[in-house]
């Protein structure tokens, strides 16, 4: 994953609050946008407390996750996970994609009132996974780009319609077995497996204590609540803990520097970074590093 550049921004806040950059359209908290990027950095760090589905019209970006990266290119369509991220971007050509944001709550909604069941499907599901491109998820986001060509706004309840029309298309294709597995997870998962999947994915980007909680659906007060009944023990010690282990591990990697380390562990400051690592570990960054080269 590449060295982030701090702070991260809420793409969905980014979005919803500039609607003089970005044509959208609104149904509740779900969004639709077209979006043409103009960014002036290589690399920008952002995260969504929704769930967006992307769909390349042209241009080419690169989504870098905890979990891997994926090279988005013309013709991409991809389910991203609510969480963090880093975007790469490329400055040979325009991009251009169109943006939908998809609530948990509306994904459940729509999947609920469906009049047959989602295929079961339980797997272990990327924050990234492909929707197949196939006829009707093209028609489907063809019929969007004619909604942006007219100068008049769609009916709010068309949009609503819209929406659960790309869901539905989305779940009835068994290939889709990344985006079934979560709308499994959706229906039938505790609530408490869905914290940990929030925390494990995205601990090691520096998200704020709300962030966390926003991301897990839930108030500040009861993300904590929830977190030591999970952890027993409070979110800032768990997060260090596991921010410290997982750069002991990429210093152990003779490839990673101290400030690579760092960044990619989840902290803002490298001279904050080198204080706690010393105590928690007796040893600097330099020197774990050092004697980690030795050993390899």
Not at 112 to 122: A, E, G, Q
Request: overall charge positive; glycine content about 4%; some cysteine.
């Amino acid at each position: 994953m590449p060295v982030k550049s701090f702070p991260l921004y809420n793409l969905y806040t980014r979005v919803s609050t500039n609607p003089d950059r970005y044509r959208r359209f609104t149904c509740g908290e779900s969004l639709l946008t077209i979006y043409s990027c103009g960014l002036k950095n290589k690399y920008e760090d952002l995260w969504s407390h929704h769930n967006y589905i992307v769909y390349v019209v042209e241009g080419r970006k690169i989504w870098h996750t905890s979990h891997g990266s994926y090279d988005l290119r013309r013709g991409s369509c991809v389910f991203i996970r609510k969480g963090a991220g880093i975007v790469e971007q490329f400055f040979d050509s325009d991009f251009c994609l169109l943006l939908f944001f998809l609530p948990d709550e509306f994904i459940c909604d729509v999947l609920k009132r469906k009049s047959t069941p989602i295929l079961r499907v339980d797997r272990k599901h990327d924050q990234v996974f492909a929707i197949e491109n196939n006829t009707p998820v093209q028609a489907f986001f063809q019929s969007m780009l004619t909604y942006f060509d007219s100068s008049i706004d769609p009916d709010q309840a068309l949009i609503e319609l819209k929406f659960r029309e790309l869901i539905l298309t989305i779940a009835d294709n068994p290939a889709n077995r990344g985006a079934l597995s979560y709308f499994c997870s959706l229906l039938h998962e505790p609530h408490s497996v869905s914290l940990q999947r929030v925390m494990e994915d995205n601990f090691c980007f520096n998200l704020k204590l709300e962030e966390f909680a926003k991301l897990s659906s839930r108030s500040l007060s009861v993300f904590k609540r929830d977190f030591i009944r999970l952890y027993d023990v409070s979110p800032g010690k768990w997060l260090l803990e596991k921010r410290l282990n997982h750069a002991l591990h990429l210093l152990r990697n003779p490839g990673k520097s101290v400030s690579e380390a760092a960044f990619e562990s989840g902290f803002e400051s490298a001279s904050h970074f080198s204080r706690t690592f010393r105590q928690r570990f007796g040893i600097s960054p330099a020197s774990m590093r050092q004697r980690a080269a030795v050993l390899n």
